[in-house]
C-alpha cells in the first residue's frame, strides 16, 4: 500500500488539499457547483530537508496555506447584507494597507490563533499545575508537575473538541475531514478514486493533522520534564522556547510511525486514531465528491513525488 505525505484540511463546505508541488481548494457552493482554486507550491529548500526544522516550517506553512484556504470559503458563505458595509475603520486600514491588507489579514490571524493556542494549551496548564505541593527540585517532583500539567494539557484540548463538536458547522466541517481521510485511504490503495470506492475506507488516518496534535502533547510532558521546574516566567519562557522543537520532534514521530507497521508505532499512533473519533465524521456523497476532485488536482505525473 502507498503512503502518500498528501494532507489537508477541512473548510466551510470545502477542502484544502496539499499535494508535492500545489494547493488546491475545492469548495461546494450554494447552486451545486464545485469551483478549485490551485496555487503552485514555491520549491522545498534545504530546511524542508533537516529532521526536527522540517516539522517546524511544515507546521507553520501549513498554518498560513489553511487560513488562506479558510478566509477563501468564507467569502462563499451568505451573510446579511448589513455585514458587508465597510466602517470608517475599515475604510482607513483599506487606504492605509492597499493590496496588502488581505496578506496581513491572513498572517495576522495566524499570529493570533498561535498566540491563544500557546496561552490555552501550554501556559493555562503551567501555571494550574504550578499549584501542585511537591518538590521543584526533586526529580519525582518534577515529573510529577509536568505530569499534572500534561493531563491539564489533554483535558481542556478535548474539552474544546467535545464543545466544539457541538456546533453544527463544526459538525460539517469534521464531516469534510471524513471525506478527505478516505479519499486519501482509497487513493493510498490504488483504486479509482470514485464515490463508492471512496466509501468504504476510514475516516481515521494515521497521518492526520489531529494525531500530530496529541503527539505534541505527550512530547511536551517528556521535554519539559528534562529542562526541570522552576519559577512560573522562568517556566514560561522555557515553554515558548521549546515549542518549535516539540513540534519538530512531533512531526519525526508522526512520520515514523506513519510509516511503520510495527506494533510500538500502532501503540503511538492509537490515541490520536481514537481522537479522531471526535474530529471526524462520516461524508455525504457530495462533500466525498469535493475532496475526490481537491484530491485529483494536486496529483502529478510522477507517482513517487508524494511519498510520506
Not at 158 to 170: E, P, Q, R
Not at 173 to 182: D, F, N, P, R
Not at 212 to 239: A, C, K, P, T
Request: glycine residues 8%; positive net charge; contains cysteine.
Amino acid at each position: 500500500m502507498k503512503k502518500t505525505n498528501i494532507g489537508g484540511q477541512a473548510l466551510i463546505e470545502g477542502l484544502l488539499m496539499i499535494g508535492p508541488k500545489s494547493a488546491v481548494t475545492a469548495i461546494r457552493k450554494a447552486n451545486d457547483e464545485i469551483i478549485i482554486q490551485k496555487k503552485e507550491l514555491p520549491p522545498k529548500g534545504v530546511l524542508s530537508k533537516i529532521p526536527i526544522i522540517r516539522g517546524i516550517t511544515g507546521f507553520v506553512r501549513q498554518m498560513v496555506l489553511g487560513m488562506k484556504a479558510l478566509m477563501y470559503s468564507a467569502e462563499f458563505v451568505d451573510i446579511e447584507e448589513e455585514a458587508d458595509k465597510p466602517t470608517k475603520f475599515d475604510k482607513f486600514i483599506e487606504r492605509l494597507l492597499g493590496d496588502k491588507l488581505k496578506d496581513g489579514v491572513i498572517y495576522f490571524s495566524v499570529i493570533i490563533a498561535i498566540i491563544l493556542g500557546v496561552s490555552l494549551f501550554i501556559l493555562l496548564p503551567n501555571f494550574l499545575a504550578g499549584f501542585i505541593k511537591a518538590g521543584k527540585t526533586t526529580g519525582g517532583g518534577v515529573i510529577l508537575r509536568n505530569l499534572v500539567e500534561g493531563i491539564i494539557r489533554i483535558v481542556l484540548f478535548l474539552t474544546y473538541i467535545a464543545l466544539a463538536s457541538k456546533i453544527k458547522d463544526i459538525k460539517r466541517i469534521w464531516q469534510y475531514h471524513g471525506a478527505e481521510h478516505k479519499t486519501i485511504h482509497c487513493y493510498e490503495h490504488a483504486e479509482e478514486l470514485t464515490v463508492q470506492n471512496v466509501r468504504k475506507y476510514s475516516t481515521k488516518h494515521p497521518r492526520c493533522g489531529t494525531s500530530f496534535l496529541f503527539l505534541v502533547m505527550i512530547v511536551s510532558i517528556i521535554v519539559f520534564s528534562l529542562v526541570g521546574w522552576h519559577g512560573r516566567w522562568i517556566n514560561i519562557l522555557l515553554r515558548i522556547l521549546l515549542i518549535p522543537l516539540v513540534a519538530g520532534i512531533s512531526y519525526e514521530l508522526l512520520k515514523i510511525a506513519g510509516r511503520s507497521e510495527r506494533k510500538i508505532m500502532k501503540v503511538i499512533n492509537a490515541p490520536g486514531l481514537a481522537l479522531q473519533l471526535m474530529t471526524t465524521q462520516e461524508p455525504d456523497d457530495k462533500q466525498i465528491e469535493v475532496a475526490i476532485e481537491a484530491l485529483k488536482s494536486v496529483l502529478v505525473e510522477d507517482k513517487d513525488a508524494d511519498n510520506w
